[in-house]
Each structure stands twice: as C-alpha cells, then as structure tokens.
C-alpha cells in the first residue's frame, strides 16, 4: 500500500492531477471556516466517482450535468457566509468532488497501473486501494485544510471576503467552462505551460 | 474535525513528503551508480538498452483479436498507409500522447525492445492519441517524436477514435498491447511498468510465433 501512496502523492505534482486538486483547493478555500466539511465532501465524491469510472461500473455523466453540479456546489459553498451550515459546505464540496471524479485523467505509473488492471475484479479492496491512491494524490489539498485550520480564527475572518471570491470564482468558472465544453481547452493550457 | 486532528494530519503529509523526497533521492543515486553488465533490471524498472530479453516460459494469454486502426489522420516515420500493412507480424501497439509523463517513461524499454527485436520481425506502432488540443499539431507530435526517441511508426488518432474503440468503457494513457502473428492480443498494460513480461512476451511470439 506504501507503494500506491507514494505514487499517489508523487502524481499530485504532475498536470494530470491539476483538475482534481485546482477545484479541491477551491472548495475549501471559498468554504472559508468550513473547509473541514467542504473537504470531507469533496474527498468523497471524487473518490467515489474516480472508481466508479476506473473500475468500469459507471460514473460517466455528461459535461452539462457536471456543469450543473459545479454550478450547484458554488451556491452551496456560499451560502455559509451567512449562515454556518456544516451540511450545506459537505455537500458543495460533495458535489464538487463528483464533478471532478468525472472530469478527471489520472497519471497512471506503475502500481496504479498494476490497481487498475484488477479493479473491474476486485470489490471492496479495489475501492479501499483506489482510496489510498486518492489519499496520496488529494494529500495536497488536504495539507490546505490543516493549513486553514492553523490560520487564527481572527485572521480567518479578515480573509473571509477574498477568500469566497477566488474560491467561489474558480469553481464559476469551471463550471462555465465545462458547460461550454472548454473544460480540455483550460486544462490543456495549464499542462502546456506547466511542461513548457 | 478538531484543531488537533488537522494538525496530524499536517503531520502526516509533511512526513509523507520526506518519504518521497527520500524515494526520488535514492532512485537518483541509483542511477549514478555503475550497475553489473549481468544484472537484470527489476521487473518495473525500464532497462535502457537490449539485453538479450529471454522468452517466457508459459504460452502468453490470449485477450482476444485485436481491432483495426481506422479513421487515422496519417502516418509519421513511416510509409504505411494502414494497419494492415503490418499484418503477420508481432506488433506493439501503444496508445499515447506526447505530454503524457507516464507515457514518457515507458519509451526507454520500448526502444531497447524495438532496438533488439525489430531486425527479427518485430512492429512497433505508436497511436498517438492526444488528450489536449495543443498535442494534436503533427509538427509538434513530429518533434517530441525526436526529442523522446521515438523511431517508429506513428499512427495519428487525432479525434481518438482508436483510443476509445481499443478500450471500451475504461480509457487511460499508456496503454500497450502486444499482437501476435495472427492478430490476436497477447499482452495488455494500462500505464507504466510490467517491462520483463512485455519484453518476455514479444521474445516468446518471435521465437515460437502465436
């Protein structure tokens, strides 16, 4: 399982990770002092989904509905700058995280490949090894969320407004790209700039 | 979730990055030490030059019949006009993309592969398949071909036809197949990794055919 950590982990710092970790990020951020309910959410429709798909037993719903998931999941993680909604930041991020588990092309190295051969096979362990991939790769964003839970409450509130801007702002944008199926375009520029 | 519990997690990831930097840091060093000409290279670890691969032992599983290659945009670095030009011949066919990393660090045990067993009839056939717009210029497909070392044929799949015919319901960059004389599937990886029994499975079809 070590192995699969690792590659996971060394896999988040490659542009294929990017549409999982950009939106991750985002959800925690505009989720402000939420972040530890938009994050669960989020970690558990992406892996979710990410199996589903891997595994050959569905997940795949079309760009518009992902839009419209993206698009939800930015009220929901809005609306607790009113009112502080445990729930509502879960499933905005839950939401998230499918859109992305749909959206995503994962770097596939050694033993993931190795996992993904097996994966239509196996049950359970397939699921519980995909989570310990995810764990590696999503360990980024939730490093993020360590983070924002360091920040003095203080702090936090000062940062409140700015923070739902750019969290909110780029999850409405890629809700907007995926809607008008610009999903690759965006993606495929930040991977050429990142290897370029 | 308390604050404390963020914070081991904080801790768990920082030490998880020691782990990795500790893991690239030895494979580094790996490389920079001189290895014995005899040694074999582990199974998951691409050798980086032919080293008189031995065939499998066992007859390699059967897959079932490969597709055809259709609706391709063109050749590169070669003169075929279509997959059947290389009917009757062990074929290694990779679905690829020029910015794919994993698919990058499959291209060293390709080439000692290609370098061994192409004088013996061996066909090496790389779909390019692009997953972004910006990998779809043949020009561009054409120079990483050189910057990587890609030496043999090319197919361009540009609108991924191929790609997904080729892997129905599941699809992911690399993925290798071998073919034996007949056009049967003889060896299937998604992603890196799994040289020995590749490289095994091609010595076997050229030694005893299908």
Redesign the interface.
């Known amino acids: 399982m070590i192995p699969l950590l690792l590659e996971g982990f060394e896999s988040a710092f490659l542009p294929c990770s990017l549409i999982l970790l950009i939106p991750g990020a985002a959800a925690a951020i505009a989720a402000r002092q939420e972040s530890n309910s938009a994050l669960s959410g989020f970690v558990a429709g992406s892996l979710v989904f990410a199996w589903l798909r891997f595994s050959g037993r569905g997940g795949d719903l079309p760009l518009g509905l992902v839009a419209l998931l993206l698009a939800v999941s930015v009220v929901l993680l809005v609306i607790p700058l009113v009112r502080r909604l445990n729930l509502v930041s879960g499933a905005g991020g839950l939401l998230t995280g499918i859109a992305t588990g749909v959206l995503w092309e994962p770097c596939v190295s050694t033993e993931f490949g190795a996992l993904l051969a097996e994966l239509p096979d196996r049950g359970a362990s397939g699921f519980g090894l995909t989570a310990v991939y995810m764990a590696g790769v999503l360990a980024p964003v939730l490093l993020l969320g360590a983070v924002l839970h360091l920040i003095p409450s203080p702090a936090l509130i000062l940062a409140r407004p700015v923070m739902l801007f750019a969290g909110a702002g780029v999850l409405a944008m890629l809700a907007v790209a995926t809607a008008a199926g610009l999903t690759d375009n965006i993606i495929g520029q930040l991977v050429e700039w990142s290897i370029t | 979730?308390k604050?404390g519990q963020?914070?081991a997690?904080?801790v768990i990831?920082?030490a998880?990055?020691g782990?990795?930097a500790t893991?690239?840091g030895a494979g580094d060093d790996a490389e920079v030490v001189a290895q014995p000409a005899a040694e074999q290279p582990a199974a998951?670890q691409p050798p980086t030059k032919a080293a008189g691969t031995a065939p499998r032992s066992e007859t390699p599983p059967f897959f079932g019949q490969a597709g055809d290659l259709v609706e391709l945009d063109g050749w590169l670095q070669s003169d075929a006009t279509a997959f059947s030009d290389f009917d009757g011949t062990v074929r290694v066919v990779q679905f690829w993309t020029l910015?794919?990393?994993?698919c990058k660090?499959t291209i060293p045990n390709l080439s000692a592969l290609y370098a061994e067993f192409e004088p013996q009839g061996l066909e090496m056939i790389g779909v390019h398949s692009p997953?972004?717009?910006?990998?779809k210029d043949p020009v561009t497909i054409q120079q990483a071909a050189i910057d990587l070392n890609v030496t043999w044929p090319i197919a361009l799949d540009t609108e991924k036809k191929n790609f997904r015919s080729w892997q129905e319901?599941?699809r992911?960059?690399?993925r290798t197949f071998v073919l034996d004389q007949n056009g049967e599937i003889r060896f299937?990886?998604?992603?890196?990794?799994?040289y020995e029994d590749l490289n095994a499975t091609v010595a076997y079809l050229i030694q005893n055919g299908p």
């Open positions: 979730m604050r963020w914070i997690i904080f990831v920082v998880a990055v782990l990795v893991n690239l998951d910015s794919c990393i994993n660090r997953e972004f717009d910006f990998e319901g599941r992911f960059w690399p299937d990886r998604i992603g890196e990794g799994a």
